[in-house]
């Protein structure tokens, strides 16, 4: 494999949230699964992950850097509140579509991973940022940011799990009407 230490670790969490995604499971694959993926020994695993539940929570902690990193790099500071908060909207329902495992792993999963399952501020974070977008974005509304993910939530949560549906709208639209409904009218150049 030629994989050194330090690399294998990063491979090992790569190739556990791939199969996580691909699966579209609540579950986080099994140690030895994401060994045999990576055709290296269990025990090779067991040097980075002392646990399945150690891999469980490194697993979350990494769903949560990449769907930060998805609505931080889509938030332009020089772009108006309204405009921030639709780019922002339209990055989570891109995302989750695009994620649907680690999507449902995140969002669905807390029952079944138990106390694996960790809880970090980034979404916290990301929805005070909201909040504050929404206060100074002039609309009229008097939503909030729980709103904005409540819905959102709602339009990837059905998608993933009504994929045979066939939809009258899609997805991007179906949130631009609710956001222009909501006064925020989508502005993006």
């Known amino acids: 494999m030629g994989v050194g230490t330090e690399g294998l670790y990063g491979e090992l969490l790569a190739t556990a949230m791939r199969l996580a995604s691909s699966e579209m499971s609540l579950a986080i694959p099994s140690l030895r699964a994401v060994a045999r993926e990576c055709g290296v020994s269990a ?76 809880r970090t501020d980034a979404a916290d974070t990301l929805l005070a940022l909201i909040d504050e977008l929404f206060r100074s974005s002039g609309t009229a509304s008097a939503l909030t940011a729980e709103d904005l993910w409540v819905s959102l939530h709602g339009v990837v949560s059905l998608r993933i799990h009504k994929s045979g549906r066939v939809w009258s709208t899609p997805a991007v639209e179906q949130v631009g009407r609710m956001l222009a409904e909501w006064g925020l009218a989508d502005r993006r150049a």
């Open 43 to 118: 025990t090779a695993v067991y040097r980075h992950f002392s646990s399945q539940s150690a891999l469980n929570q490194a697993v979350l902690l990494a769903v949560d850097a990449s769907m930060i990193k998805a609505l931080g790099g889509s938030d332009d500071p020089r772009r108006s509140p309204s405009q921030r908060l639709c780019d922002i909207a339209y990055a989570y329902l891109s995302w989750g579509l695009a994620n649907p495992g680690l999507y449902q792993l995140r969002f669905e999963s807390a029952d079944q991973l138990g106390a694996d399952y960790v």
